[in-house]
């Protein structure tokens, strides 16, 4: 059986009460928990560094948080988002382990030298020889991505958190394949596995030199500038003359010091949603 299989299989059983978990599984899962806590709520501030999690992401954004920019200051509530995301990665390693997947190594530091910079990650999970990494995601996200037989595709046209990158880098640094990500519907419950390409070579090979090229940006302080444009408001398809941001720039928290006052936070005239305009809304 493949993993979705093997993990439906364990979950079925489980709900007739035909199963068990070994408590060595649930003391391990219990120790990641404590993990994730004190990761979460007990780390200092840390400092800008080139990651593997990190370096896919756009460049614009990471110049900004390398240079120390005013970021937005987030809601209270975030914390408690990641700090539920590193829970659910947790769990669904617990699920993993109880599902009888093959699964050769968890939560591995890893290094890969990138130009003349070595770069640091930590990566999920490798099963069938194969390195996958495991996401927490919307329902939305995992709806339009994770679960679709095209979610690998999907995600080349639209990576804003560089997870193409990460994943290949994971899986170059241990010279073996990447097998794509386990996703986890925090809305439903539901599991989904992306499957990376079995001949993946060639996008191996684009993931680390964009990486690469990001990195020495960033070692080398290369001049800033933005990696995107702003963006033509369309409604029913007929643009109504404003400008606003592009979609990567609304969820970044250096928008104003990236845009300064070129952009201000209003009501669509059209609807009862607010977005980023570029000058008043007409």
Not at 38 to 62: A, H, T, V, Y
Not at 245 to 254: A, D, G, I, P, Q
Request: glycine share 6%.
């Amino acid at each position: 059986m493949d993993i979705k299989s093997k993990i439906d299989n364990f979950l079925s059983k489980a709900l007739d009460g035909e199963t068990t978990i070994d408590e060595s599984i649930v003391e391990q899962f219990g120790e990641r928990c404590k993990d994730a806590l004190r990761k979460q709520f007990n780390n200092d501030k840390q400092e800008f560094s080139i990651r593997m999690s990190s370096i896919g992401k756009p460049l614009c954004q990471q110049q900004l948080a390398k240079q120390g920019a005013d970021a937005e200051r987030p809601a209270p509530s975030l914390k408690m988002k990641l700090a539920y995301g590193d829970l659910v990665e947790a769990l669904v390693m617990a699920v993993l382990e109880a599902s009888n997947v093959n699964i050769e190594s968890f939560q591995e530091k890893v290094e890969y030298k990138l130009g003349n910079t070595n770069i640091k990650g930590t990566l999920d999970v490798i099963i069938d020889n194969k390195v996958y990494d495991i996401k927490s995601t919307s329902k939305y996200a995992f709806d339009m991505k994770f679960s679709r037989e095209d979610g690998f595709q999907r995600m080349l046209k639209d990576d804003p958190f560089g997870y193409i990158s990460q994943g290949y880098l994971y899986a170059a640094a241990m010279k073996k394949n990447f097998g794509g990500w386990i996703a986890f519907n925090k809305e439903t419950g539901a599991i989904a596995i992306t499957e990376a390409p079995e001949k993946g070579d060639a996008y191996q090979v684009k993931a680390i030199a964009d990486a690469r090229t990001n990195a020495e940006a960033l070692v080398n302080d290369v001049n800033f500038k933005r990696c995107f444009n702003k963006e033509p408001e369309f409604v029913r398809r007929k643009a109504t003359g404003n400008y606003t941001l592009h979609v990567n720039c609304r969820y970044c928290k250096f928008k104003k010091s990236c845009w300064g006052d070129d952009i201000v936070f209003r009501k669509n005239p059209r609807g009862s949603t607010y977005r980023w305009y570029f000058g008043e809304p007409k």
